[in-house]
């Protein structure tokens, strides 16, 4: 069965530090990953997305891909309160198919 | 862009009722659109696939008889809780995605969160 794998925190960084947000994919055939973020009561909002393998910038977001590992991660710089939420990390299987994870919870303390 | 609407955001009603929930594409045309419920700080749960002018495809332990969907334009998905129950009770989420690249992502709607007395 395909999974995306993610710790489902919660993970808590101090305002201005760097959050890491880390996720395995287990279908090796996964064409391009997506980052979500879901606050509270919620539906999830796109943040960025990545399909070759390295970094992707997005003003305070980085995302990395390393397909040999089969590992997206993402990382938030100068991390503030209101990035505190839930992060879904997502591959794209084909044939339609996007395979959530069940996020990871990010407080970032004030 | 890429803006999915869906309606109505709240609804209460009593049980026995059915509940039809809009799923709209605004500005690109939706050729895939699903349906997702999520439970109280649990995981996103897809509950079924569906392509303009065709059947949705349902997931495992999801009941088709349930829950309709109706995906009648590449703009219009609907999903239509029969005969609603308190178990029904949750946040329904509907997403739609353009085309058939693997760069499309997935847009979500801002979800309807469905409580039956």
């Known amino acids: 069965q395909k999974e995306v794998e993610q710790n489902s925190g919660p993970l808590s960084v101090p305002e201005g530090a760097i959050a890491s947000l880390n996720c395995t994919y287990s279908?090796?055939?996964?064409?391009?990953f997506f980052w979500y973020r879901q606050y509270s009561g919620k539906s999830p909002e796109l943040i960025m997305f990545i399909y070759s393998n390295g970094d992707k910038e997005d003003g305070r977001f980085t995302a990395q891909l390393n397909k040999a590992s089969q590992y997206v991660s993402l990382l938030i710089r100068d991390s503030q309160p209101s990035d505190s939420a839930t992060y879904l990390c997502?591959?794209?299987?084909?044939?339609?198919?996007?395979?959530f994870g069940a996020g990871t919870r990010l407080f970032v303390k004030a | 862009g890429a803006v999915v609407s869906q309606h109505p955001s709240w609804v209460i009603c009593k049980s026995g009722t059915s509940v039809k929930i809009e799923c709209r594409s605004l500005?690109?045309?939706?050729?895939?659109m699903f349906w997702y419920r999520q439970f109280p700080k649990q995981s996103l749960m897809l509950m079924a696939t569906?392509?303009?002018?065709?059947?949705?495809?349902?997931e495992q332990g999801v009941e088709k008889d349930k829950f309709l969907i109706n995906h009648a334009s590449l703009t219009l998905s609907t999903l239509t809780v029969t005969s609603a129950h308190p178990e029904d009770s949750s946040f329904y989420i509907c997403?739609?995605?353009?085309?058939?690249?693997?760069?499309?992502?997935?847009?979500f709607g801002d979800g309807t969160r469905l409580s039956i007395l």
């Open positions: 279908d090796r055939g996964s064409q391009s």
């Open positions: 569906s392509n303009e002018g065709s059947k949705a495809t349902y």
């Open positions: 500005d690109f045309q939706a050729t895939t």
């Open positions: 997502a591959a794209y299987t084909g044939g339609f198919k996007t395979i």
């Open positions: 997403s739609a995605r353009e085309g058939e690249a693997f760069s499309q992502p997935q847009h």
